[in-house]
C-alpha cells in the first residue's frame, strides 16, 4: 500500500530532489566544518560552560557557534536550487510566487539564528553564559516571528486554518491564527535552544524531525496531489536541507563534542521547523514529530513554577529533564539515543496523524 502511493512520478521527484539536496547540504556541511572549526579554535571562540551543570566541567575549550557551518551550507545549496527552479532548469519554469513560502520560512530561521549569534558573540565577549537577558532574546524573537507572519499574511501564504492529526478536520482559526503561531514560534524556538545542553542531542532530535516532514510531504503529494501540486514538493526539499545539515553537523558534534552549535545554529533550527509547520498547513502534524524539544521546554517550565510554587521544591533533580537522566546517571550517549529513539516515535506518530 505505502509502496503504491508512493511509486508515482511527482513523489519520486520529491523523493529524488530531497535526497539530492540533502547529500548536498551534508557534504558542503563538513567541508565547512573541517575550514571553520580550526578557525574558531584557533580564536578561542570556546564555549563558557556554566557552573549549574558542573558534569559538564571538561568540555571547557570546546568551540561554539559551529552552526555557521550548517547554516551556509543549507542556505548555499538552497539559493542554487531556487535559482534553478526559478529558472525552469529544474521542473517547469515556477511562478516566482510559489517560492516566496520557502524563502520565508528560510529567512526565518536565519532572523532566529542572527539572535542566536547576536547571544554567542556576548556570551565569548564576556566569557559567561548571560548574553541576551530573557528579555531582550524574547523581543527580539517576536519581532522576527510577527515579521515573518506578515509578510506570509501580505503575500497570502498564511494558512488560517491547519490540519488536526488523525482525523479529517481541518480547523479554520482566522484571524486568531497570527497570535497562536507568535506565540508557538516564540515558544519552540526556545524549546531547541534548551534541548541543545548535550553532545548531538539537538541534531539528532532534529534529524528525526526533519526526516519526518520530507516522509509527510512525500505521503501527502500523491495523496493530495489534485489540490496540493506544489506545496509539498517545497516544503520537503526546505525539509532536507535541515536533514542534510544536522547529519552533517552530528560528523563534529556526536560524543565528544568538536564544536557545539551554539544559540546561532539552535535558533535556526528552530525557525526552520517551524517556518515548514505554517507553511506545510500540517501545524500540529509538525509540532508532534519534534515533540522531544516541546518536552525539554515544558520539564523546565514545570521546574521554575514549581520550584517557586513550593519554595524551593524540585520535581526533577536538574531541569531541562536531560540533565534529571544525568543525575541518575546516565551517559550522555545513553541519554540522546533514548531521546532520538522517543523523538522517531513521534515523528512517526506525527507522519500518519498528518497523511490520515
Not at 535526497?19 to 566544518?33: C, I, K, Q
Not at 482566522?174 to 524549546?191: H, Q
Amino acid at each position: 500500500m505505502l509502496y503504491e502511493i508512493l511509486n508515482t512520478t511527482y513523489v519520486n521527484k520529491i523523493g529524488i530532489e530531497s535526497l539530492t539536496v540533502a547529500a548536498l547540504v551534508l557534504a558542503l556541511t563538513v567541508l565547512l566544518g573541517r575550514i571553520i572549526i580550526p578557525v574558531l579554535r584557533a580564536k578561542k571562540l570556546n564555549q563558557p560552560i556554566n557552573s549549574y551543570v558542573a558534569e559538564h566541567a571538561g568540555k571547557s575549550g570546546t568551540p561554539t557557534m559551529g552552526g555557521i557551518c550548517f547554516i551556509i551550507a543549507s542556505l548555499v545549496v538552497m539559493l542554487v536550487w531556487i535559482l534553478l527552479e526559478s529558472s525552469g532548469l529544474i521542473g517547469n519554469k515556477t511562478d516566482s510566487s510559489l517560492l516566496i513560502p520557502m524563502a520565508l520560512t528560510l529567512c526565518l530561521g536565519v532572523g532566529n539564528a542572527m539572535i542566536g549569534f547576536i547571544d554567542d558573540y556576548k556570551k565569548l565577549v564576556k566569557k559567561d553564559n548571560e548574553g541576551l537577558s530573557e528579555i531582550q532574546k524574547l523581543i527580539l524573537q517576536t519581532v522576527i516571528a510577527a515579521a515573518y507572519l506578515c509578510m506570509m499574511g501580505m503575500t497570502k501564504n498564511l494558512p488560517t486554518a491547519f490540519h488536526i492529526p488523525f482525523t479529517n478536520v481541518n480547523l479554520e482559526l482566522g484571524f486568531v491564527a497570527y497570535p497562536l503561531y507568535l506565540l508557538v514560534i516564540v515558544g519552540f524556538v526556545n524549546s531547541t535552544n534548551i534541548t541543545d545542553g548535550l553532545d548531538g542531542l539537538a541534531s539528532s532530535v532534529g534529524v528525526a524531525s526533519s526526516l519526518g516532514i520530507i516522509l509527510m510531504s512525500m505521503v501527502s503529494a500523491s495523496l493530495f496531489l489534485s489540490v496540493r501540486p506544489v506545496g509539498p514538493r517545497y516544503i520537503a526539499v526546505v525539509a532536507a536541507s535541515l536533514f542534510g545539515a544536522l547529519l552533517g553537523f552530528l560528523v563534529f558534534n556526536h560524543y565528544p563534542a568538536k564544536v557545539f552549535m551554539g544559540d546561532t545554529g539552535s535558533l535556526y533550527i528552530g525557525g526552520i521547523i517551524m517556518g515548514l509547520a505554517i507553511s506545510s498547513g500540517e501545524f500540529l502534524a509538525v509540532i508532534l514529530m519534534s515533540f522531544v524539544y516541546v518536552l525539554d521546554m515544558l520539564s523546565s517550565l514545570i521546574q521554575r513554577f514549581y520550584y517557586k510554587a513550593t519554595h524551593g521544591k524540585r520535581i526533577f533533580k536538574k531541569a531541562p529533564v536531560h540533565h534529571h537522566f544525568q543525575l541518575c546517571n546516565w551517559s550522555e550517549n545513553k541519554i540522546v539515543t533514548v531521546f532520538f529513539i522517543a523523538s522517531a516515535v513521534f515523528t512517526a506518530l506525527g507522519v500518519i496523524g498528518a497523511v490520515i
